[in-house]
């Protein structure tokens, strides 16, 4: 009872869990589970509200049932009477995003049956969800033109599979209202000598859609797109793994800022080294995608290339770890940036110290480089940073008996080439920004 999130199947047609890409995907060898979890972010977005549960009717055979009914952010027609966007981000900052908040209402039910016998499992999905008012945006754009639209919506999906100790087979196939199809389809093995390899293919048509959809995609979207996806997992020894993949997706609808039909192109490539205590990992990603170019007045390649090396050292509680990432980024015009960071950390007992400091440089926001920094809980900290300056972050966490824990975390980021930062009501009028974070959790 209360806030809750859902995932079933693959995701085609019900998961507003988190969902964390490629790599991912890779490491977990496509595996899913079917789940009912509490939700404990710190969003006010993206959740359910109401009652949801699992029965077990019979040994292998469950089902699951729930009920939402929650306010939602939406941007409104001029008149009111209709929601042009959902809105998903879960900001109420400035007036404009206090305008949007809880302009509209959703009910959603459903439900899941699922079936698991000596490694074979099929299930299936179907929900019914309402809007207060008509979802009706704004499709005068090419990209938008298939966009749910209307006030009731439905979707169903059959999920398969089977899954051994080597082999996993997964699969889920979906439709709705709109009456298109999406399909999604897996096959991973893992070898003696601790070899993955895996396969995976999807078709999402033009015309599907489901407003709780969230599976594996390049485009953003369980919409528009098809592609097959190749990788490989190797531990070669307890000192070396060596990751990677090739995904090639289509898409045969316009995209934003394309006109026509385009296709994606994404590489990853990785090796960890292990030796005592120390680590080494290196990465290198290059992705192409198509775009529209005003410049040469047609349809070009972005090219996205992206390198990473550290060393990290860890002994006792104490661990450090030392990282250089490059991005290089070519359309029209060329962009490079690096970012050289340093990170340490010490834990004893009850408390834990972690700091960090690091340099950016880059050219422009299409050569931005990303960092992670130790946050809050339920929160994923990867920050972003373009232009040139500095990024130092001190976090520390304690615990206070047996039932609290206490986080803090002050960080700051100094731009050397600038004056104010972002723009509007969240300016500010001086090249640094300066964040504090305080949480307190009791366990009972």
């Known amino acids: 009872m209360g806030r809750y999130r859902l995932h079933f199947g693959m995701g085609l047609v019900l998961n507003n869990d988190f969902g964390f890409g490629k790599q991912a995907t890779l490491s977990t060898l496509g595996r899913s589970s079917n789940n009912i979890r509490t939700h404990s972010s710190r969003s006010s977005a993206n959740y359910l509200q109401g009652v949801a549960t699992t029965f077990q009717l019979a040994s292998g055979l469950d089902l699951s049932a729930f009920v939402s009914y929650r306010k939602i952010d939406a941007t409104l027609s001029k008149d009111g009477s209709e929601i042009q966007t959902i809105v998903k981000t879960g900001y109420h900052r400035t007036l404009k995003e206090l305008e949007k908040k809880n302009d509209a209402s959703q009910v959603l039910a459903g439900g899941n049956l699922n079936y698991f016998l ?4 099929v299930g299936t999905t179907a929900f019914y969800t309402s809007l207060d008012k008509p979802l009706k945006p704004k499709s005068t754009q090419l990209y938008k033109y298939f966009a749910p639209e209307g006030k009731q919506f439905w979707n169903a999906s059959i999920d398969y599979g089977y899954l051994s100790r080597r082999l996993n087979i997964s699969g889920e196939t979906a439709t709705g209202s709109s009456r298109g199809i999406a399909t999604i389809n897996s096959i991973s093995y893992l070898f003696p000598n601790d070899l993955s390899l895996m396969a995976l293919q999807r078709f999402y048509s033009c015309r599907y859609s489901s407003l709780f959809s969230s ?3 390049e485009g953003g979207s369980v919409q528009d797109e098809s592609g097959i996806y190749l990788g490989a997992d190797w531990n070669v020894s307890r000192h070396l793994q060596l990751k990677g993949y090739t995904d090639y997706a289509y898409f045969a ?14 590489n990853f490539l990785s090796a960890t080294i292990l030796y005592n205590r120390w680590n080494f990992f290196t990465s290198y990603r290059y992705k192409l995608r198509e775009m529209d170019s005003k410049k040469l007045g047609r349809v070009a390649f972005t090219r996205n290339q992206r390198f990473r090396v550290s060393a990290g050292y860890e002994r006792g509680g104490f661990s450090s770890k030392m990282q250089l990432d490059i991005s290089h980024y070519q359309f029209e015009e060329e962009s490079f940036g690096y970012m050289l960071s340093q ?11 972690n700091g ?17 920094e130790p946050g809050m809980l339920y929160n994923i900290s990867f920050l972003s940073f373009y232009g040139e300056g500095i990024r130092y972050a001190l976090s520390a966490r304690t615990e206070i008996g047996k039932h609290f824990v206490l986080i803090a975390k002050l960080g700051t980021t100094d731009y050397f080439d600038r004056n104010k930062i972002s723009n509007s009501y969240q300016q500010i009028n001086r090249s640094s920004k300066t964040d504090l974070e305080l949480q307190l959790k009791m366990k009972l």
Do not use: C, M
């Not at 990170?343 to 110290?353: A, F, G, I, P, S």
């Open 118 to 121: 000596k490694g074979f499992h």
């Open 215 to 217: 599976s594996f995609s």
């Open 253 to 266: 609808w316009p995209k934003y800022r394309v006109s026509e039909s385009s296709i994606g192109w994404d």
């Open 343 to 353: 990170n340490l950390r010490y834990k004893l007992n009850w408390w834990q110290v």
């Open 356 to 372: 960090s400091l690091g340099y950016f440089h880059t050219n422009d926001y299409d050569s931005r480089v990303y960092a992670y």
